[in-house]
């Protein structure tokens, strides 16, 4: 494994990680029955996750950063490999970005910090169920991204492999031919 794949494994395993402690709030909203003790512990999660320092918020929008710019390198490389598996994987990780500003922005905003007048309780309720959603969706694309590089790192090991092989079979063949001479 290459550098390249390591820090978009990194970034990519941070974001699921973050999405994987939102699961707890978001399992019960989209599965459960809702009830109001879980709408306000949905609001208050969320409210906690929005009001974070800058820093948090800072290095999550870094990492979402170096995951693209590390895709876009390894891309970058135009062969085979990059083609199918970092071609998916840079799709996957695009589509999970704009789902983020897209949906996950504006639904958190509305839960958070309604907008008087028009936003009403059964808004900031329907918001947090599309985040829910939503975050459900990004934690399915972040899991192709890495299903999408191990399924590269193990067509790389099983190329080095047949490689191998066949670099093994020709040194037979032509010490063979030397003998025979």
């Known amino acids: 494994m290459g550098f390249r794949q390591g820090v978009l494994l990194v970034a990519t395993c941070f974001l699921f990680g973050v999405l994987l402690a939102c699961s707890t709030?978001?399992?019960?909203?989209?599965?459960?029955?809702?009830?109001e003790e879980t709408v306000q512990d949905g609001f208050?999660?969320?409210?906690?996750?929005?009001?974070?320092?800058?820093g948090i918020k800072a290095l999550l929008h870094g990492l979402i950063g170096i995951g693209?710019?590390?895709?876009?390198?390894?891309?970058?490389?135009?062969?085979?490999?990059?083609?199918?598996?970092?071609?998916?994987?840079?799709a996957a990780f695009v589509f999970a970005t704009a789902m983020y500003i897209t949906v996950t922005i504006p639904a958190i905003r509305t839960v958070v910090t309604p907008v008087e007048g028009v936003d009403t309780r059964?808004?900031?309720i329907e918001a947090l169920r599309v985040l829910s959603a939503g975050n459900t969706l990004?934690?399915?694309?972040?899991?192709?991204?890495?299903?999408?590089?191990?399924?590269?790192?193990w067509a790389r090991r099983l190329?080095?492999?047949?490689?191998?092989?066949?670099?093994?079979?020709?040194?037979?063949?032509?010490?063979a031919e030397k003998k025979e001479q």
């Open 25 to 35: 709030i978001d399992y019960r909203v989209l599965f459960e029955t809702l009830t």
């Open 44 to 54: 208050q999660y969320y409210k906690t996750f929005y009001n974070a320092p800058l």
């Open 68 to 90: 693209i710019l590390a895709i876009i390198t390894k891309v970058h490389r135009w062969d085979e490999s990059a083609m199918f598996f970092d071609g998916g994987s840079l």
């Open 122 to 124: 059964e808004d900031q």
């Open 138 to 153: 990004i934690m399915v694309l972040l899991g192709g991204i890495l299903a999408l590089q191990g399924g590269q790192e």
């Open 159 to 175: 190329e080095m492999r047949e490689l191998a092989k066949i670099a093994a079979e020709e040194a037979k063949e032509k010490e």
